[in-house]
DNA sequence: TCAGTCACATACCCCGAGTATGTTCCCGAC
DNA sequence: GTCGGGAACATACTCGGGGTATGTGACTGA
């Protein structure tokens, strides 16, 4: 009977994936504003009904998307960091982790293109401070330790730091593919100069 | 009789402006989304069929503001920029400037944190394309011209530095009055940094 | 076998952007 | 002086989409 039940379940959780597939594909393709429930609804070939029964609101299954996404990438990008020997080489190996996943269709799109406008900008941020600025701030802290950049108050670096991420990946965005391997390079030049000019005001 | 003309057409002024006046308390105070036409036409004496008669759209209503605060502020940031001896302390006055006019009510919460999430990403970019992202491409420009930057292709630096401005003044809209002189300093360290990081790779 | 609940489908409500159509006032022409 | 016409709105309506309330069949557990 657990096999059964097992069974349902399964059932069960194939439409949600797929709600959350076809939330994916046209959010990121249409975007979240552009695309009805509806739309999703029926790219998963159920109703309306499935989304408010898996999910509580338009918002919430976007939410959901979110954090699938944003964790399997935090979670390589967070190993990238970690895998290096200096603190410095690390934020660098991060970052382009980061950029290569913007590169690739969904991620950026719908965490820093769509996310903001769908959630609004404080919930975007609260829901980035498991991720992305926790990823963010932590990288900082250890620069810190070991003496790489100044010891900062406040939340000035940290948010502008995040700024540059967003900016980057909105560029990679819309960015043709082809061109894309160009531009990550330009996008580390900033990063690499706010990282030496930071470390010379060490002093 | 261009006295009666003339007459008429002030009160028809008058009502745009309090549409104008009215749109601009309210997305800045409940935000673009969570305001209706019907509220601004409310706030200002009138019906929606003024605001319609007077602009496009909603959005249309939007950019107009959207151009008015943008091109005051931008005149003041600019003439900051050229007021100064060197482009580099040209570079920190207007930036001074933009910290300032997103510490006043209306500039920051307007052009960095609804503009995006009522026009979109793009159309966001055109719009700024005429103001602070002119503004910034000339101030590179100028500081490449006197060797205190290096020469870049491509658009990552100006699109990342622009990113920061975004955050610098979305940070400064969410601290409280109290606090702001405070995290505009703050604000100050990332851009001396990244510009000390750009001059040191000049060579 | 039957009550109950899960996993949806169907039908409906409501808000708000946009539109279509009045209505009033002024202005210039005859 | 009046009369056609257009400007400056007001009023009434449509329509799409998020959200809700209710129906329904299938499975499950007692």
Same mark, same amino acid.
């Given at each position: 009977?657990?096999?059964?039940?097992?069974?349902?379940?399964?059932?069960?959780?194939?439409?949600?994936?797929?709600?959350?597939?076809?939330?994916?594909?046209?959010?990121?393709?249409?975007?979240?504003?552009?695309?009805?429930?509806?739309?999703?609804?029926?790219?998963?070939?159920?109703?309306?009904?499935?989304?408010?029964?898996?999910?509580?609101?338009?918002?919430?299954?976007?939410?959901?998307?979110?954090?699938?996404?944003?964790?399997?990438?935090?979670?390589?990008?967070?190993?990238?960091?970690?895998?290096?020997?200096?603190?410095?080489?690390?934020?660098?190996?991060?970052?382009?982790?980061?950029?290569?996943?913007?590169?690739?269709?969904?991620?950026?799109?719908?965490?820093?293109?769509? &996310?903001?406008? &769908?959630?609004?900008?404080?919930?975007?941020?609260?829901?980035?401070?498991?991720?992305?600025?926790?990823?963010?701030?932590?990288?900082?802290?250890?620069?810190?330790?070991?003496?790489?950049?100044?010891?900062?108050?406040?939340?000035?670096?940290?948010?502008?730091?995040?700024?540059?991420?967003?900016?980057?990946?909105?560029?990679?965005?819309?960015?043709?593919?082809?061109?894309?391997?160009?531009?990550?390079?330009?996008?580390?030049?900033?990063?690499?100069?706010?990282?030496?000019?930071?470390?010379?005001?060490?002093?």
């Amino acid at each position: 009977m657990a096999e059964v039940k097992s069974r349902r379940g399964e059932y069960t959780e194939a439409t949600r994936r797929a709600l959350l597939d076809a939330a994916a594909r046209l959010f990121t393709e249409r975007g979240f504003a552009r695309t009805s429930l509806d739309d999703v609804a029926a790219d998963a070939r159920v109703t309306k009904g499935a989304i408010y029964h898996h999910f509580s609101s338009k918002t919430g299954l976007f939410e959901v998307l979110f954090d699938e996404v944003e964790e399997q990438e935090n979670d390589r990008a967070r190993a990238a960091f970690a895998a290096a020997s200096d603190p410095a080489l690390g934020v660098l190996a991060a970052l382009d982790q980061f950029l290569l996943a913007c590169s690739e269709p969904e991620y950026g799109a719908l965490v820093f293109r769509e &996310a903001p406008l &769908a959630l609004g900008w404080d919930a975007w941020r609260r829901c980035e401070e498991k991720y992305s600025y926790a990823l963010l701030t932590d990288m900082l802290v250890a620069l810190a330790d070991a003496g790489r950049i100044p010891r900062h108050a406040g939340e000035a670096l940290p948010s502008i730091a995040f700024g540059m991420l967003g900016a980057a990946g909105q560029l990679l965005i819309r960015t043709p593919p082809q061109d894309r391997e160009r531009v990550r390079a330009e996008c580390r030049l900033p990063f690499v100069a706010l990282l030496a000019g930071l470390s010379s005001t060490t002093a």
